[in-house]
């Protein structure tokens, strides 16, 4: 028996060690994000597993666990990362578990979250990876990012966070408890949030296919040597308004938590403000009735905020949409969208301006979408519309200066 606990006592000392000396000296860069925006349903007795394209790669890795829409505590763990092979399965060989302050279980206090223990692990820019965690005793409910545009895999009972093929007979269409990834990089390396709401978001883009506008970002970035360097995350919650609570918390309400807090980060992208102006055509409350002025002034807010941090913050103009659901589309709220959109282009309050308004609309029609960028909802765009909008984005906005 003793000889048990000195070994025990040994193990935990060299994992102990070998995490600290992973972290010393670390640079750390956020390289992918989920925000949590609302309740899911519970687990009990059973593995998640959830697959994520990192941005920047690394030589250690480290995720962040959410229990901020959870009613009580949850304990969650074992929790494994390793390459994504296809499906649900993962690569063989690459599993390694994930400790928190050296435990392979932890328990997270309801409205808080936890950062993992960094384990070294080479991780290439643009990978996959699969992140499992287990969850033990019943959880109701959990933390998830509700529009994920990929599959959460799940067991029907037990453990398989190892699991090379994973016996997953379920599938949820959302993040669940999962937030954040960081990589150790190099110095050099520095992150953009890319802020916004459903288009930032990706909605209607296809499922599992990484093609949502940041993404495609992150595969220019990563191919141009002068930005090989730069991460991006996506900060996006479908639904979400500047000034209001509604879909997840307003952008007034999180901005210090999912764009000036994250590791490394130097530039914000800001896409927001459509559904302020849509949910003013329809307001449920009077304070949803919100005028331009009101919209630019959230704008404002955001843009001193990041100032104070050092930040760099560039504005990007409002898409088009109409055609969209009446009465969330109207004369007075396109009124509102071309209001906003000069003083974002006119006012030089952002360090610079992204016009992907200009990118996709219709010339002979230029409060609607080209056909070629329409997702069919007159609101979002297709991958094409997506893949304009990143392709449309001056890379130098992100290089090195000397």
Request: proline share 6%; hydrophobic share 40%.
């Amino acid at each position: 028996m003793l000889k048990r606990v000195a070994l025990s006592m040994l193990l935990g000392t060299a994992t102990t060690a070998a995490c600290a000396a992973t972290d010393a000296g670390s640079h750390w860069v956020a390289t992918w994000s989920a925000v949590p925006d609302s309740q899911g349903p519970g687990f009990k007795d059973q593995t998640l597993r959830e697959i994520v394209r990192v941005s920047a790669g690394g030589t250690a890795i480290r995720v962040r666990l959410s229990n901020l829409m959870g009613t009580g505590p949850v304990t969650l763990g074992p929790v494994h990362v390793a390459l994504h092979a296809s499906g649900a399965s993962i690569q063989p060989g690459s599993d390694h578990a994930l400790t928190f302050h050296g435990s392979s279980t932890v328990t997270i206090a309801k409205d808080d979250s936890v950062l993992s223990d960094p384990v070294a692990m080479a991780v290439a820019p643009l990978q996959e990876l699969a992140v499992s965690l287990y969850v033990p005793a019943q959880t109701n409910p959990s933390t998830q990012h509700g529009d994920a545009q990929a599959t959460t895999y799940i067991t029907d009972s037990g453990n398989a966070a190892a699991a090379v093929s994973f016996p997953g007979e379920e599938e949820l269409p959302s993040r669940v408890f999962l937030t954040d990834v960081e990589v150790a990089a190099s110095p050099a390396s520095k992150a953009v949030v890319a802020f916004g709401d459903s288009i930032t978001d990706g909605y209607r883009s296809t499922p599992n296919a990484n093609r949502r506008w940041p993404d495609v970002l992150a595969a220019r970035l990563h191919a141009d040597q002068a930005t090989q360097a730069v991460a991006v995350v996506n900060a996006g919650i479908s639904g979400n308004r500047i000034l209001n609570e509604g879909a997840g918390p307003s952008a007034l309400s999180r901005f210090d938590r999912d764009a000036l807090q994250k590791a490394s980060v130097h530039w914000i992208v800001l896409l927001e403000g459509i559904n302020d102006i849509g949910e003013s055509s329809q307001p449920d409350t009077p304070k949803d009735a919100v005028s331009a002025q009101q919209v630019i002034d959230g704008m404002k807010t955001l843009i001193g905020r990041a100032h104070a941090k050092g930040l760099k913050i560039y504005g990007a103009t409002l898409l088009p949409f109409g055609g969209a659901d009446w009465p969330y589309h109207t004369l007075a709220a396109e009124q509102k969208r071309q209001a906003v959109n000069a003083w974002i282009r006119q006012s030089g309050a952002f360090d610079a301006v992204i016009d992907f308004d200009k990118v996709v609309r219709d010339p002979a029609r230029p409060n609607r979408f080209l056909p070629a960028f329409d997702s069919g909802d007159h609101l979002h765009p297709n991958d094409a519309g997506y893949r304009a909008m990143a392709e449309s984005i001056d890379l130098g906005l992100f290089a090195s200066k000397p």
